[in-house]
């Protein structure tokens, strides 16, 4: 019943692979310096490249994003084909038309449990003004609502 926003963590391999998986983990850690979290399944595919990496970004997704929400977090093998994005100055790929992007420094990792929890320190962020978010709330999408 918690309701969160929905990311896309996204790397490159030094050999040039496109990583990126959907995550709803992310959280704020701290402001000096600026830290940010999320956490990775010991399972994932992905674990092996985004622990070693020095660098990844977050990718946080606008309404309009679903279908890439949904897409990141299924086993298809061309997850990449199609999708437009910018390279980052980290190296990681940040993707086109997200409402806002942290290029983070891979600082350090917790593993706990069946899940590893990355701590990123933030280098750059940008955000699209005026974008609505992607939420995810009891296993389904929505945007925002105004009370
Ligand atoms: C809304 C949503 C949020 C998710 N959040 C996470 C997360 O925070 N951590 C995680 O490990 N998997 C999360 N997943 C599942 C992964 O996206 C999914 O298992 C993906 O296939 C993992 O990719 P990989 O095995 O290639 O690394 C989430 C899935 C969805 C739909």
New binding site residues.
Partial sequence: MFA?G??I?TARTPAGAL????????NSVSLHPPLVL????Q?????SA?STGSHYAINILAADQKEL??R????RPD?WQGVPFSEGACGAPLLSGAAATFECFNRSRYEEGD?VIFVGEVERCSHRAGAAPLL?HG?K?YTEHPL
Avoid at 19 to 26: D, E, K, P, R, V
Avoid at 72 to 75: E, L, Q, T
């Fill in positions: 969160t929905v990311t963590v990583i990126g998986l959907t995550a709803n983990s992310f999320w956490s990775l399944s399972g994932a595919t992905s674990m985004l929400a949904e990141f977090a299924s086993k997850r899940h995810f296993g999408f």
